[in-house]
């Protein structure tokens, strides 16, 4: 009897949620510009270094106006060779218009030490679907001596033949680095393009890798 004199006893009053304005109507949201990248990082300036190997040292002088252009005057990233360090040191700028461009470039760079063009490479600063996966044979099946080169020749082909028909096939790029491997593609045309070297590398013919290939790159094309 008491619980229901007091639960009859409660007053609920609603209060509004915000301030109203005269007109009755909810006052506008507020607009405010998106946050820049140095701005994101509380002003802080975000480095990245990458390692320039020995043989990579040539081809980086080469190209150097090739790779500086599109980092520094497009993607707003500042770039510069620490020679005593031999790393390749990128930065953000107050102009950096997101703050994924860092990273961007990063890996730009790092896929031309691994071995690839910079027409290739390059592609990374465009689109946000590609990678680089790298992996050594040995991870597939422990070759040695003989039987390590022939592994190696059948990747390649006569003259690089079998290589360039699996990159046309899944749209990747390939780099054979002794007995690593790069790839340069979207996920999925990556797993198709390991997945005939993994073949080649355990012994199967390339006629044999050629014809499973085609029936793949054919599965794909009907999806998309």
């Known amino acids: 009897m008491l619980s229901s004199q007091a639960s009859a006893s409660i007053e609920v009053d609603t209060v509004p949620n915000g301030p109203k304005s005269q007109s009755g109507s909810w006052p506008e949201k507020p607009k405010f510009e998106p946050l820049k990248a140095h701005e994101m990082s509380d002003g802080r300036v975000q480095f990245r270094k990458v390692s320039v190997p020995s043989h990579r040292y040539s081809p980086l002088k080469k190209a150097w106006m090739e790779i500086y252009t599109p980092i520094y005057e497009q993607m707003k990233v500042d770039i510069r060779m620490n020679l005593k360090a031999r790393k390749v040191e990128l930065k953000t700028r107050a102009d950096t218009p997101d703050v994924s461009n860092l990273q961007k470039c990063a890996d730009f760079v790092h896929a031309f030490m691994l071995g690839f063009d910079v027409i290739d490479a390059i592609a990374l600063l465009r689109l946000d679907e590609l990678y680089v996966e790298s992996f050594e044979i040995k991870d597939v099946k422990t070759l040695r001596g003989e039987h390590l080169s022939r592994a190696i020749g059948r990747l390649s082909g006569k003259g690089g033949k079998t290589k ?10 390939i780099v054979i680095a002794d007995t690593k491997i790069h790839i340069l593609g979207s996920f999925q045309n990556i797993k198709v393009a ?10 199967s013919p390339a006629g044999k890798v050629y014809s499973k290939l085609r029936q793949v790159t054919a599965r794909l094309a009907e999806r998309f």
Not at 164 to 173: C, G, L, Q, V, Y
Not at 194 to 202: A, K, N, Q, T, Y
């Open 194 to 203: 390991r997945d005939s070297l993994c073949s080649l590398i355990l012994g």
């Open 164 to 173: 360039f028909a699996i990159e046309n096939a899944t749209k990747t790029r």
